[in-house]
């Protein structure tokens, strides 16, 4: 059984730091496309950061420059290293996998971490 379990959210002024983290486990997901998405309230959920397999990044325009995607394959774990965070950041931010390697489907997502940024 697939899981993926955040963690790293929680509150913090704006200008400030946080480090998520995305565990996986019930497969390897060394090869796969991950990322992460965010949703605030009322909104649809949007991309933040994409990372494939070799470590390719794509990023929201809104976070480029601010946010860094990065990944651990040996402990099947994807990052998100926030900085310079604005109150607009704040939102639950989800983790996702793709389900083979290279494919852009996304059946896998974590609960959901809340980050709050206050002005």
């Known amino acids: 059984q697939v899981q993926l379990v955040e963690s790293g959210g929680g509150l913090v002024q704006a200008g400030g730091s946080l480090r998520l983290s995305c565990a996986a486990s019930g497969s390897d997901f060394s090869f796969n496309n991950m990322g992460w998405f965010r949703q605030a309230p009322g909104k649809q959920r949007e991309l933040v950061a994409m990372?494939?397999?070799?470590?390719?990044?794509n990023y929201a325009d809104s976070v480029r420059g601010r946010f860094t995607i990065s990944r651990d394959n040996a402990k099947n774990t994807v990052y998100l290293q926030m900085d310079s965070l604005k109150p607009e950041d704040t939102a639950v931010y989800y983790c996702t996998a793709a389900d083979t390697k290279w494919s852009t489907r996304f059946p896998y997502w974590g609960q959901g971490t809340q980050v709050t940024v206050s002005s």
């Open positions: 990372i494939s397999g070799d470590g390719i990044t």
